[in-house]
């Protein structure tokens, strides 16, 4: 084995490792926390619409003003709701889980230097 390979296996990350390290596990914990209720929950708004839809058909044809109509303003909903959750990610990201990758980013390359 030459001597260059021995260096990079020597200075290679142990992802395993890291997986399993606390600030891993909490930066996963926390964002788990985040999106999964939130995808359940638009889960639920957007079979609920389907649902609607296909089964109550007089209910959706109801007009609210003019020609608008209930099953207009919820399909105009999900679009809002979709853009609502993804600024609610990206400022709970930003906030919160930015941080925590950075600092296991710079504790690997910190690491990594040393090695």
Do not use: C
Request: glycine share 6%; hydrophobic share 50%.
């Amino acid at each position: 084995m030459s001597e260059s390979t021995d260096a990079r296996t020597t200075s290679a990350v142990d992802y395993l490792q890291v997986q399993e390290s606390p600030p891993f596990r909490t930066l996963r914990k926390d964002h788990r926390s985040f999106v999964f209720p939130l995808a359940v929950l638009f889960l639920v708004w957007y079979f609920a619409y389907v649902l609607l839809a296909a089964f109550a058909p007089a209910f959706m044809a109801q007009r609210v003003w003019g020609d608008i109509t209930v099953g207009l303003l919820l399909g105009l909903g999900q679009f809002v709701t979709t853009f609502a959750i993804t600024m609610g990610y990206v400022a709970f990201a930003n906030r919160r889980l930015d941080p925590q990758s950075a600092g296991i980013r710079e504790t690997l390359e910190n690491a990594e230097a040393g090695a």
